[in-house]
């Protein structure tokens, strides 16, 4: 019986053993993976980035006049007024490193302002709808939500509010759509926000 005991003890040491080397294995192929492409690109020359998907702002196509005495509102025209006058670039999902070797490492500061001013228009359209929700404005809210959705957006509440909207419409069309652009995002999101939309939104009866 001892024989037997410390036989499996020794064979399950052995496990944790080979399993603990393996994962130091597999942690240092990606450090050494990592280091290597961050070597990588810290060599690559400046590229033109006059080709980039550069986001506009059609203030003209959206509700911007239909509430004048908001100070929510207000404050978010104010933020898309001064961002329709900069540099609008949808990065997300992109590092780091992998904006010097697709760009150039001298672009890194210019691209991260470019990213950040994306970051900032699609919280201020989300924070605009809710608001224009709030007033009960339905039809204008989802005029906003779906411009975010136009441009990438990845807040997931952007898709359950449209969800929301197509359902108590009864489109099941502009659902199946919803799921299919939350398919495509370049986001750790990505998986949470289209699983949400089947299953509390487009299944369900």
């Given at each position: ?11 399950f040491s ?5 399993a603990?080397?393996?994962s130091k294995?597999?942690q240092k ?6 280091w290597d ?5 810290n ?6 980035l ?6 506009t702002?059609?203030?003209d196509k959206?509700p911007?006049?239909?509430v ?17 006058t ?11 490193t992998?904006?010097k ?6 672009n ?7 990213d950040?001013?994306?970051t900032?228009l699609v919280?201020?359209l989300?924070k605009w ?12 809210a ?9 441009i990438?957006?990845?807040?997931s ?14 489109n ?8 299919e ?5 370049n986001?750790i999101?990505?998986n949470?926000?289209v699983?949400t939309l089947k299953?509390?939104?487009?299944y369900?009866?």
């Open positions: 019986m001892k024989f037997y005991v410390l036989a499996s003890l020794i064979l052995g496990s944790i053993y080979l603990i080397r393996s294995n597999k192929q990606i450090e050494d993976s990592f492409k961050e070597l990588r690109a060599s690559v020359r400046k590229k033109s006059d080709k980039l998907a550069y986001v702002i059609p203030l959206l911007t006049s239909c004048n005495d908001n100070s929510v509102i207000n404050e978010c025209l104010e933020t898309l007024q001064s961002l329709s900069q540099p609008i670039v949808n990065l997300t999902g992109m590092s780091n992998d904006l070797l697709e760009y150039g490492t001298a890194l500061t210019i691209l991260s302002e470019y950040q001013n994306y900032v919280r201020t989300q709808a809710d608001e224009l929700n709030r007033l009960s404005m339905t039809e204008e989802v005029t906003v939500l779906e411009y975010a959705l136009e990438g957006s990845d807040i509440k952007t898709y359950y509010d449209l969800a929301a909207y197509y359902r108590k419409q009864g099941p069309f502009k659902l199946e759509e919803l799921v652009k939350a398919s495509h995002l986001t999101q990505k949470v926000i699983r299953e509390s939104y487009l369900n009866d």
